[in-house]
């Protein structure tokens, strides 16, 4: 289990000798699931670029981090892939949007598609914008990341594609990836069900150009790791 733990910094800015305070998760997630004790260091960031190390002190019940050393901010990426995925039931969702950040995406929005097999009411819109924001968190923990992508859970397909970013759809019908290196990409990734004839449509009046992740028809949760994955290695950042 990695040592990284995401704090929000409110300011910005950190210091060596800085005191941070931790809520109950976080506390639990130190102690409890990584076994650190009083007196350990924890490798620490901020989802804005910014890693630090810190010496955790459990000892009292108002548990904290002693900052020791501040690392030189990462600076962001020179572009930026921004996935936007229709909205899957239940713990699919989950795994799609875990998938999306340990894969490097930058920028992750959520639509309803047509086909979508899950609709979300404003009572439990929160509740859920919350609960995915904590994957998005755990996701970054896990893979070391020193930013945290942006989250647009509300958005409309037609507004996605009013974007100036270079956009296209996975889709089975589509062709090789073949992207401009160093261009800022927008990828959309359809549920279930699939795309409907109108979005379709609506896409090719566009100009969005589909592409493929492969012969194979993946569930809808596991492509965007895919996708990021053949990114990746085009821009030569993969293993």
């Not at 030189?72 to 962001?76: D, F, I, L, S, W």
């Not at 996975?170 to 160093?182: C, E, K, R, T, V």
């Not at 090719?204 to 012969?215: D, I, L, T």
């Given at each position: 289990?990695?040592?990284?733990?995401?704090?929000?910094v409110p300011d910005g800015e950190l210091n060596v000798g800085t005191n941070l305070a931790l809520n109950r998760d976080q506390h639990h997630y130190l102690t409890r699931v990584l076994r650190l004790r009083?007196?350990?260091?924890c490798d620490c960031f901020d989802g804005q670029g910014l890693k630090f190390k810190a010496v955790l002190d459990s000892s009292s019940r108002d548990a904290k981090l002693t900052v020791t050393i501040v690392e030189?901010?990462?600076?962001?990426a020179s572009h930026r892939n921004h996935l936007a995925m229709a909205l899957?039931?239940?713990?699919?969702?989950?795994?799609?949007?875990?998938?999306?950040?340990e894969s490097g995406a930058h920028?992750?929005?959520?639509?309803?598609?047509?086909?979508s097999n899950a609709k979300l009411d404003a009572k439990r819109f929160e509740n859920k914008r919350e609960h995915w924001q904590k994957i998005i968190i755990g996701a970054c923990e896990q893979s070391g990341r020193a930013y945290l992508p942006t989250f647009d859970p509300d958005v409309s397909l037609e507004a996605l594609l009013a974007s100036d970013t270079n956009t296209y759809v996975?889709?089975?019908?589509?062709?090789?990836?073949?992207?401009?290196?160093?261009a800022d990409r927008l990828m959309l990734v359809g549920p279930e069900g699939g795309w409907s004839e109108a979005e379709l449509s609506l896409m090719?009046?566009?100009?969005?150009?589909?592409?493929?992740?492969?012969?194979t028809t993946l569930r809808a949760e596991s492509t965007p790791g895919a996708a990021l994955a053949i990114?990746?290695?085009?821009?030569?950042?993969g293993g």
């Open positions: 289990m990695p040592n990284h733990l995401y704090v929000d009083s007196g350990d260091t030189p901010r990462e600076a962001p899957l039931k239940g713990s699919a969702m989950d795994r799609a949007i875990q998938l999306a950040c920028d992750i929005s959520l639509f309803s598609a047509q086909r996975l889709h089975m019908d589509g062709g090789p990836f073949n992207f401009q290196i160093g090719e009046s566009a100009r969005v150009q589909r592409v493929s992740v492969g012969p990114l990746n290695y085009l821009d030569g950042t």
